[in-house]
Nanobody, 122 residues
Framework: QVQLVESGGGLVQAGGSLRLSCAVS????????MGWYRQAPGKQRELVAT???????NYADSMKGRFTISRDNAKNTVYLQMNSLKPEDTAVYYC????????????????WGKGTLVTVSS
């Protein structure tokens, strides 16, 4: 069974920084893309950033220059460094991984964490 566990959320003042982590565990064969998404109250879930197994990154326009996604393939962990946080960044942040498991190594599926809350006060 695969688990994605996020950590690092919390309350921060506007202009501050937070670093989110997401560790993937279980019977994993390989992990392809990993990413972060967020969902603010009353809004749909939206892309924050993604990173491929080779390290290529993609960001939503509003996060470019403020957020940095990275990953440690040896630890099956993805990170999101968030700087210059704004009140509108307040949301539940979800980790996502496209991966295959040991028993079904030929099938890539999406897995999600349960989310970590980030609250930015003005």
């Amino acid at each position: 069974q695969v688990q994605l566990v996020e950590s690092g959320g919390g309350l921060v003042q506007a202009g501050g920084s937070l670093r989110l982590s997401c560790a993937v565990s279980g019977s994993i064969f390989s992990i392809n893309a990993m990413g972060w998404y967020r969902q603010a109250p009353g809004k749909q879930r939206e892309l924050v950033a993604t990173i491929t197994s080779g390290g290529s990154t993609n960001y939503a326009d509003s996060m470019k220059g403020r957020f940095t996604i990275s990953r440690d393939n040896a630890k099956n962990t993805v990170y999101l460094q968030m700087n210059s946080l704004k009140p509108e960044d307040t949301a539940v942040y979800y980790c996502n991984a496209a991966l295959s498991t040991g028993s079904r190594w030929y099938e890539i599926m999406d897995y999600w964490g349960k989310g970590t809350l980030v609250t930015v006060s003005s």
